[in-house]
């Protein structure tokens, strides 16, 4: 299943904890002898790779208060463990754990930090 938004900016996405948005890569459609492979063997790979459009924040953890003087004001400032990924990133990642959406008639991925297998990072493409 796979939900439709009818947004103008990509910007205004943002994402929550330890979630990341991916833009897949287009599938292999041929196999190395030359064989054209059906959608539903694509569909059906058990990872599958894309680059991390959007990074969440990270894994919320519980702020630390000294509560010894009720008198002062409690401060819920959120704090975070940053995620490992980094936008432009290439993510090997589960297939099945994802949600699909689907932007500007392109599909992208929203996925838990923890289906991510591996990144692999360019640093001359950011240059």
């Known amino acids: 299943m796979s939900l439709v938004i009818e947004e103008k900016d990509l910007e205004k996405f943002i994402m929550i904890g330890d979630r990341v948005l991916i833009k897949p890569k287009h599938p292999k459609n041929?196999?190395?002898?030359?064989?054209?492979?059906?959608?539903?063997?694509?569909?059906?790979?058990?990872?599958?790779?894309?680059?991390?459009?959007?990074?969440?924040?990270?894994?919320?953890?519980?702020?630390?208060?000294?509560?010894?003087?009720?008198?002062?004001?409690?401060?819920?400032?959120?704090?975070?463990?940053?995620?490992?990924v980094n936008v432009g990133d290439l993510a090997i990642y589960l297939a099945k754990s994802g949600f699909e959406i689907e932007f500007n008639k392109e599909k992208y991925l929203i996925l838990p930090h923890a289906s991510i297998l591996m990144i692999i990072r360019d640093e001359e493409l950011l240059k």
């Open 30 to 84: 041929k196999t190395k002898s030359g064989l054209y492979l059906p959608p539903t063997v694509q569909e059906n790979e058990k990872t599958q790779s894309g680059y991390i459009v959007k990074v969440g924040p990270g894994y919320p953890i519980p702020s630390i208060t000294d509560e010894s003087e009720p008198w002062e004001g409690r401060k819920n400032e959120a704090k975070y463990i940053p995620l490992q």
